[in-house]
């Protein structure tokens, strides 16, 4: 099963294997687009789908910042986070009210 945890472990391994933070970013965003045929994802521009993940810190200078997470978008909708030791779903959460 896929975790959100496995995706920042995976960036941290890959920045440890020699490619920089900015080259480990695209790894996990707009190259599997580009491969996929998905032209409506993997960069921030308008016209495209809104799915973005906020961080504290700048992860294009220290990966490991992609787990502070500060907010979510997926589709143009803030989501709300689920607190790690409810007993609900293990989803990142529903749009925000």
Do not use: C, N, Y
Not at 39 to 63: F, H, K, N
Request: aromatic share 4%; proline share 6%; net charge positive.
């Amino acid at each position: 099963m896929w975790s959100a945890r496995r995706m920042h472990g995976e960036l941290e391994l890959l920045v440890r294997a020699g490619l920089s933070p900015v080259q480990a970013l695209r790894a996990a965003t707009s190259l599997p687009a580009r491969r996929f045929g998905l032209s409506d994802r993997g960069r921030i521009a308008p016209g495209l789908q809104a799915d973005l993940l906020l961080v504290e810190g700048d992860p294009t200078e220290e990966i490991t910042a992609t787990l502070s997470i500060a907010g979510i978008w997926r589709r143009g909708d803030k989501l709300s986070r689920v607190p790690r030791d409810s007993d609900r779903s293990s989803k990142i959460g529903q749009p925000a009210v």
